[in-house]
């Protein structure tokens, strides 16, 4: 089998607008990695707006040469309406699978200027890999800022990376 079949690499991004939220909690709630956190600010977003599950649904799309997330789930669809992105994240597993892949590791970089994402960091790992179905020291996540330099600087969105490594099961 040649190595092109073996590895697969898949590389996803999402960016999501925040809108403050007056008074908080008016509005969408701030979800990371399927973690509800207290912000002032939600995505503006037709599903649930968590960018990290999107860009990582993305990356696994990616890796197998799949359609990306708008594609599968378009924003004009009534059914995708304030869903759970662990669902996208889900089908997306499930098309892995079909390929006979499996998840070796994931990396992903969340940028934004707030929330801090330390305190929240291990939950979030442990829900990608469990929705991944993988041991969590598979998934790394970090947390950088835009030096307050344009819109992300400006906490007026967040941009999420990630880099996912595949291999033939078996």
Avoid: W
């Amino acid at each position: 089998m040649d190595i092109a079949n073996l590895i697969r690499i898949g590389h996803g991004y999402d960016l999501h607008r925040l809108e403050v939220q007056a008074p908080v909690g008016d509005g969408r709630a701030f979800v990371l990695g399927g973690v509800e956190i207290e912000h002032d600010r939600g995505p503006i977003a037709h599903s649930d707006g968590d960018a990290l599950l999107h860009a990582v649904t993305d990356g696994l799309l990616g890796a197998i040469g799949e359609p990306d997330i708008g594609q599968l789930f378009p924003d004009d669809d009534a059914r995708n309406e304030s869903v759970d992105s662990r669902v996208f994240l889900a089908a997306a597993l499930d098309r892995v699978r079909d390929r006979g892949y499996v998840v070796v590791n994931i990396d992903i970089t969340v940028i934004c200027e707030r929330p801090k994402l330390s305190p929240y960091k291990g939950l979030m790992r442990a829900n990608v890999a469990a929705g991944l179905q993988v041991d969590v020291e598979r998934v790394n996540i970090k947390g950088k800022t835009h030096e307050g330099v344009d819109s992300i600087g400006r906490g007026e969105a967040i941009e999420v990376h990630c880099v996912v490594l595949l291999a033939k099961e078996g």
